[in-house]
């Protein structure tokens, strides 16, 4: 249309206005062309891109929606878990020791997660614990980790061997997003606790021929539970596998949380002899010993004696009435040979 127009015009006038309408329809023509390009290179990537990409992305959303079909809980706990803000539950947050003892400073906490736990006193800034593991150069300080439940664990330091200059405030600290802290105060008295070694034993003194004998030790240490306790019977050791005592002989030992300086131990015979009777005595491992006297009655041989009403001879009472007898049969034989 523009060439069309252009050739309307005559003589300079003309050749200006044709000049001008050539260069006009030049560059239409280019740009017609370069927009049929761009036109074409627009759908082809267009469509290469639909072809290519809506296919992957249903399968990414088919095998999305059933990885959270079949693990829709687990993801969700999970997820809990680990973004859930901790909670510190209560304990005891002042502690008091004796010199020497152990000191136990616990840090309870809810919702931990896969977060860190650092024990550290303050105002010191170099951790005692991370996680498990002690950072502190002395061998008396450790970490002990118990999992209570599902979404509550305790962090215990221990300081064992405690010092005067232990006492102080300890810091609990959990990093996140934040950081959480919880605080236990410790203070060790100069003088040791006055602790004696103690032991004693109780159970059967008297038992029926046949039935169970039950004793019980009970050891207690200075500042720990012995390591074991030994039972003697009339001087000799106590084994399980002696013949003696075989299937009828059971030895227990455990160790009571509190006061956690005692162990005891449990004797059990079942189907008592009269060969068990004797003097029994518990031994700790540091030396501390205490004893008890059993006996075993017969019985039977008691209702033998009420059913006749009087006492069942013995060997020597027999070989007495025989002597007895044997004697006066000598005398009146005598007698008569005199008269």
């Not at 509550?152 to 064992?160: A, F, G, N, R, Y």
């Amino acid at each position: 249309m523009a060439h069309s127009t252009c050739k309307r015009g005559n003589g300079s006038y003309l050749s200006t206005i044709r000049l001008f309408c050539d260069t006009w329809n030049y560059y239409c023509q280019i740009y017609i062309t370069m927009k049929s390009s761009l036109c074409w290179i627009y759908w082809i990537i267009k469509w290469s891109s639909i072809l290519l990409v809506v296919p992957f992305s249903q399968g990414h959303h088919k095998r999305s929606w059933r990885q959270a079909s079949h693990t829709p809980k687990v993801r969700g706990l999970n997820y809990f878990r680990n973004h859930a803000r901790p909670i510190f539950l209560p304990t005891k947050q002042n502690v008091t020791v004796h010199l020497g003892q152990t000191a136990h400073l616990k840090c309870k906490i809810k919702y931990l997660g896969t977060k860190a736990v650092q024990w550290r006193k303050i105002p010191h800034s170099y951790p005692l614990t991370i996680g498990d593991m002690p950072f502190s150069p002395r061998e008396e300080i450790s970490i002990n980790h118990r999992d209570l439940d599902e979404f509550v664990s305790q962090w215990t330091l221990v300081i064992k061997e405690t010092k005067p200059d232990d006492t102080g405030s300890y810091e609990c600290k959990v990093s996140a997003s934040e950081t959480f802290t919880y605080t236990v105060n410790l203070v060790v008295l100069d003088k040791p606790a006055y602790i004696e070694k103690t032991i004693w034993l109780q159970g059967t003194e008297f038992v029926s021929l046949s039935q169970m004998i039950n004793l019980t030790c009970n050891a207690t240490g200075v500042d720990r539970a012995p390591e074991h306790i030994d039972w003697f019977h009339n001087g000799h050791i106590v084994h399980q596998s002696d013949p003696k005592w075989r299937d009828r002989l059971r030895i227990s030992m455990f160790q009571p949380e509190v006061p956690g300086r005692s162990l005891i131990s449990q004797l059990i015979i079942d189907f008592s002899r009269l060969t068990d009777q004797g003097n029994y005595v518990c031994r700790s491992s540091e030396k501390k010993t205490t004893s008890i006297n059993v006996h075993v009655l017969n019985a039977e041989k008691d209702n033998i004696k009420k059913r006749y009403g009087t006492s069942i001879p013995d060997e020597r009472e027999s070989q007495a009435a025989h002597l007895t007898s044997n004697s006066v049969l000598l005398f009146l034989s005598l007698l008569l040979a005199i008269r």
